[in-house]
Every structure is written in C-alpha cells, then in structure tokens.
C-alpha cells in the first residue's frame, strides 16, 4: 500500500503511524536475527517498516533483499531507503524498475552520508548532489510514494541550521515528498519549534518523529555529535550516572523514550517511526507502555 494512502487512513481514523527501522545484516547470524525481530514486532501491526541502504554496492543487494522479502513474505509493508552514494542514474533507475517489478510501493529518498573510508559525500559522474534530486527522480518513475529525511536540530552540514533544513524540506515536498521523517532527537521542544516554522512556511506534508531507545549511553553520546541531536542536560543527569549498567541504561531508554512518545502523541504527531535497529525487545516494550 503506499504510504500516502496508510497516512491518509490513519489521519482519517484520528491515530498516529507507528513503524520500525531496520538495517541490512552483514552475516547469517545477523540476518537470523533480523528475521526473529520482524517476526516479534509483526505483532504490534506496523503501519510500515523501513530498511535502510548503505554506502556499499553488497550492502545495498541485501536493502533490495530484504525488503523484497518483507514484501513477498510477510504481511507488513516495506519502505526501502535509496541514496544518491555512489550510484549514477542509470543505476538508480534500474534499482527503481527492479522495486516497480516487484511491487514495492514505497522509497525512503536520500543523499546519503559519505562511504566508509571517505570523509565527505561526493556525488559520482552522472549522479545526483541533493535527496531533492532524488525526490523528483524517483517521482518521475511514477510508482511510488515518496519519503525524506529531516532534521529539527539541523543537519550537520547546514551552515543556516533549521532555516537550511526547512527551505530544503520545502523543496522536497514540491519536488513530490508526501511524508518526512525526522532524525532522532530527544528535545521535543525541537521538534515543535521545527514543526510550527514548517507550518508556517508551507510544508504541508507530516513530519514524522524519528524516536531512538537508548541502549548503550556512551554510543549514543558519539552518535549524536556526529548527526547534530543534543542531549538535553535533564537526560545526561539520568544517564550519565548508570552508563556502564547496560541494564538499567535499557530500562531508562524505554522510560524515556515512552515518555517521549506520550508527549508526541498528545501532541497530535501524525506518526512514530521507531529505530529498532534489528532489536525488538524496547520497541516492544515502549509500545506496550503506549
Ligand atoms: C530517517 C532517516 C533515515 C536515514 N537513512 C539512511 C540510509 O538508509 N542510508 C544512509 O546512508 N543514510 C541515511 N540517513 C542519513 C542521511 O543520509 C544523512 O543525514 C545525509 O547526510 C543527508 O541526507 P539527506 O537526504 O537529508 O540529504 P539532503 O536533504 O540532500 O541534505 C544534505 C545537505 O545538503 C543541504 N542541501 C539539501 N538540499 C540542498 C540543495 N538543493 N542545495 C544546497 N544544499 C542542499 C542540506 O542542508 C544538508 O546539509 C538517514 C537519515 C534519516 C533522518
């Protein structure tokens, strides 16, 4: 079903999406795993679960497989990322007809972050420099409904902050983006505030809250200065204290991310797209709290 369509329905039954995040397993046993996880959160009935792509040529085959799988498999319906790393036209348009052949409905659509090794996106010859390229691309396959990225904390390399990332997704929608869906961040007020200029400039479409469980504090503090989300002092009090207790690191993620969630939904959030990162055990739980 595309997107737009599960969107609309949800709007119209006055409840919020809620999907999940995966990423293409590098080994059997990973894959094992991944197949369990979507297994356990089948149960919730997401509305739809996204698989992301990476930079390299074998990783992107198992974004295809995967979601190919999901798709043929399974009773859920998938989103598959693409980017503009590494891949020229001719590329993309291939992968695209191979997704159309199948029956894939839905396209996650994205520059991309450098591949491993480099320390900046180059676009390739005959590529594309911007996911806004790609949104109209994609759009012109006529096949699909089409996600972005957005970032209510501004993107690393925006030199204008929010202003950059708004203009930016304003053209997205125009270019044909029906949804957005945002980097993780743990400062509602951010969102709000993003929320409200891109009201107030047009963006129309549903900017859909990408929501991280906290598993591991430390790799969360590195992440999160490389992809611009902050960390609120009240959340560093909590963690900071218990970081080396896996335990009740993952049993503080959950509290805090349901009390995200709670305060997003009574806050009228068209949809929650959880980053389960092939682990089921937190979104399961958060959204058993929900
Ligand atoms: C929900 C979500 C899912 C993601 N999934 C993946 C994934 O599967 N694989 C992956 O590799 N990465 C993924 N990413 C990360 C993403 O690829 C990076 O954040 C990347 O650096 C930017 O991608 P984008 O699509 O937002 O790019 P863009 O929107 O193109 O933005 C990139 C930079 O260029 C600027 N910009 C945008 N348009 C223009 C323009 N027309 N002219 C001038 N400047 C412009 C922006 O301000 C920004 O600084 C994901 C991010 C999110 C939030």
Redesign the pocket.
């Known amino acids: 079903m595309l997107l737009e369509n599960i969107l609309a329905a949800k709007k119209k039954a006055g409840e919020s999406s809620i999907s999940f995040?995966f990423?293409p397993p590098k080994t059997d046993k990973g894959e094992a795993n991944l197949w369990q996880c979507i297994q356990e959160l089948s149960q919730l009935n997401p509305d739809f679960v996204?698989?992301?792509?990476?930079?390299g040529g074998s990783t992107q085959d198992r974004?295809r497989r995967i979601v190919e799988r999901i798709k043929h498999e399974t009773s859920l319906e998938p989103m598959a990322?693409?980017?503009?790393?590494g891949s020229t036209q001719e590329d993309l348009a291939e992968l695209l007809g191979q997704y159309k052949k199948s029956g894939m409905k839905n396209i996650?659509?994205?520059?991309?972050?450098a591949p491993e090794g480099a320390d900046k996106?180059e676009a390739v010859k005959g590529g594309f420099?911007?996911?806004?390229?790609?949104v109209k691309f994609v759009r012109e396959q006529k096949a699909f409904s089409i996600a972005?990225?957005?970032?209510p904390e501004g993107?690393?390399?925006?030199a204008?902050g929010m202003a950059?990332?708004l203009?930016?997704l304003k053209?997205?929608q125009d270019e044909g983006a029906i949804a957005a869906?945002?980097?993780?961040f743990f400062d509602n007020d951010a969102y709000y505030r993003f929320r409200e200029q891109a009201e107030k400039m047009g963006i129309t479409i549903p900017i859909i809250p990408?929501i991280m469980p906290i598993g591991n504090y430390e790799q969360i503090v590195r992440f999160s200065k490389m992809?611009g989300a902050s960390i609120p002092a009240w959340l560093h009090e909590k963690m900071q204290p218990v970081a080396d207790d896996l335990g009740a690191v993952k049993a503080m993620g959950i509290e805090v991310a349901t009390q995200q969630c709670q305060n997003l939904l009574a806050n009228d959030v068209a949809g929650l797209?959880i980053y389960a990162l092939n682990k089921s055990e937190a979104s399961l739980a958060i959204c058993k709290n929900l």
């Open positions: 995040e990423f996204s698989v992301t792509y990476g930079a974004t990322h693409l980017t503009c790393v996650l659509a994205l520059r991309g972050d996106f420099s911007y996911a806004t390229d790609l972005v990225a957005t970032y993107h690393p390399e925006s204008g950059d990332d203009r930016y053209i997205k869906i945002t980097q993780y990408g992809c797209h």
